[in-house]
């Protein structure tokens, strides 16, 4: 009986540790949460800084809307095209975004 109350106190310390690894276990960066979980944990300050981290809103990447609708003129295929090679350009689209929405603005000129 008394191996069963340490194994069960054993499994209970072991989820407090994690625990900032299973509140982010959604999240896009779990594996770095883990990591400084695990290395880290053991200090107070490194196992508060990994539950932060997990619990702090994901920043996403920025939705891309080729076709808005505003009050400013109707931009050229080639501006809309410049837009996105920069979007591109700095890692906000992927390449096959940037290849999908580049053949959508060709066919509609």
């Known amino acids: 009986m008394e191996g ?15 625990l900032p690894t299973l509140v982010g276990w959604k999240k896009k960066n779990v594996i770095a949460i ?7 944990g053991w200090s107070v300050i490194g196992w508060v800084i990994a539950l ?3 619990v702090a809103k994901d920043t996403g990447t920025p939705t891309v809307n080729v076709h808005s609708t505003n009050n400013l003129p109707n931009p050229s295929a ?4 410049i ?21 959508k603005i060709l066919n509609k000129s």
């Not at 069963?4 to 407090?16: D, K, N, R, S, T």
């Not at 080639?78 to 095209?81: K, Q, S």
């Not at 837009?83 to 992927?94: E, H, Y």
């Open 4 to 18: 069963i109350a340490y194994a069960l106190l054993f499994a209970i310390g072991l989820a407090i540790y994690f």
């Open 34 to 40: 883990f990591t400084l979980n695990l290395l880290l």
């Open 83 to 103: 837009k996105l090679q920069n979007l591109r350009n700095s890692g906000a689209l992927t390449e096959s975004e940037f290849t999908d929405l580049k053949s």
């Open 52 to 54: 932060v981290w997990a």
């Open 78 to 81: 080639t501006d809309e095209l």
